[in-house]
């Protein structure tokens, strides 16, 4: 199989084995979404799910997580799965004692999922959330974002970007929420939003779809401030030496009238020029750590040996099994090009049909492609978030749009993944 075109920075080839097929994410996506559906009415129309009592509760404490980057997935309002995940690994991050073992979940009537009670965190300040629900007014640049999406194969690649198939999942992947709690929030107002509308949503970071291809990577700042430092270096070499008379002048004069001053600042300048003011630097690839766990499905982001932040993943399925062991990541794609071969993601050998996807939301590899030194494996986003920690990827470890996005900003080229 052809290698796919990656746009900036780099060039890498990944295969299909990485990215979850157009065919599969759409059955994933109705199983999960037929899992979720309520029972039908006496009418035969669908009762529409009930939000907890304590949804705001929930949600102020997912806000919080997602905040913190410690992600809980897709807020939703209920306490489970990803945000107890995500809950205890924040308290292990920030030296708070675990939590006891919480009570098995319970089914509540109306609702699409089970959910527990949330736990006693009174240790936790959580003000950081003041509001943890905020209005947004639906942008002009929301609606571009959008556009008629095909759902074969063939008519996908004849487009040279794949958007938001609606403002509703535009919306959803910016505040980082379920849809179907994002309907909760704002009854009646989904099914004819337009730009000017303004909804209720989780007061998380919002993920600019818009911004992805600018993103700060950590290389690409190193190379850009290496240039600039040569650049000065070279320009400082050409100058020429100032006119002798010129420079007597000068000094006469500030004799005469700042003599005391001129010499104090002559000292410090000399002393600045051979002691340069220390600066922070950016870390370098062996301070900085990712380890996944297979068990948990969590991605867990390491920097000098400390926890700093945790995203919930997809991995591998036991047929297409994420390869176990320790990897260092090549280097980092924004908004990627994807080979879709349905032959390769069926027997493992390349087919003589391929298509080349566009990049955008709903690319099968997301927004981001963190190349490991693996062939055809990596970390990558996604076109449905609804399928992360529901569905095994092809061999690959894959995040939410907004996660990935986040964690390709402290990541670069030699950092140790490692897969367990």
């Not at 929930?58 to 995940?85: H, Y």
């Not at 970390?379 to 964690?407: M, Y």
């Amino acid at each position: 199989m052809n290698p796919p075109v990656l746009r900036l920075p780099l060039l890498f080839t990944f295969s299909l084995l990485c990215g979850l097929s157009l065919s599969s994410a759409a059955a994933d996506k109705k199983a999960a979404k037929a899992a979720d559906q309520p029972a039908a009415t006496a009418e035969g129309e669908k009762a529409p799910p009930s939000m907890p009592a304590d949804h705001e509760a929930a949600t102020r404490l997912q806000v919080f997580l997602d905040r913190a980057n410690f992600g809980p997935g897709k807020i939703d309002g209920r306490f489970g799965g990803f945000s107890e995940k995500a809950l205890g690994l924040y308290r292990e991050a920030h030296s708070l004692p675990p939590l006891p073992a919480a009570p098995a979940p319970v089914k509540v009537e109306g609702q699409p999922e089970k959910t527990m009670p949330l736990p006693d965190i009174s240790d936790m300040d959580l003000t950081s959330v003041k509001d943890v629900f905020i209005d947004y007014v639906v942008t002009e640049a929301d609606v571009k974002a959008t556009g008629k999406l095909p759902k074969e194969v063939p008519e996908m690649a004849k487009l040279k970007w794949l958007p938001y198939a609606n403002l509703t999942e535009a919306v959803g992947e910016k505040f980082h929420v379920d849809v179907d709690y994002l309907k909760q929030l704002n009854p009646g107002k989904l099914d004819t939003l337009k730009a000017g509308d303004t909804l209720k949503v989780p007061n998380v970071e919002p993920f600019e779809i818009g911004g992805v291809k600018t993103l700060p990577l950590l290389d690409l700042i190193a190379a850009k401030e290496a240039a600039t430092a040569a650049a000065h270096k070279k320009e400082k070499g050409q100058q020429k030496p100032k006119d002798e008379a010129g420079k007597k002048s000068t000094e006469a004069k500030g004799k005469v009238t700042h003599k005391a001053k001129d010499a104090k600042t002559t000292k410090e300048a000399e002393a600045a020029e051979e002691k340069p003011a220390p600066k922070e630097g950016l870390l370098t690839a062996d301070q900085i750590a990712i380890k996944v766990d297979t068990k948990d499905n969590m991605l867990r982001l390491f920097e000098n040996e400390k926890l700093v932040a945790a995203y919930p993943v997809t991995i591998g399925s036991a047929q297409t099994v994420s390869p176990l062991g320790e990897w260092k990541v090549k280097g980092i794609a924004r908004l990627p090009d994807f080979r879709y071969d349905l032959s390769f993601l069926k027997t493992g050998e390349r087919g003589d049909e391929t298509y080349l996807l566009a990049p955008g939301p709903n690319d099968p590899v997301g927004v981001i492609w963190v190349a490991l030194n693996k062939p055809g494996i990596g970390l990558h986003g996604t076109s449905d978030p609804d399928t992360i920690g529901r569905s095994a990827s092809h061999g690959c470890v894959r995040l939410a749009n907004w996660d990935i996005a986040r964690l390709a900003t402290h990541v670069r080229a030699g950092v140790v993944v490692s897969i367990h």
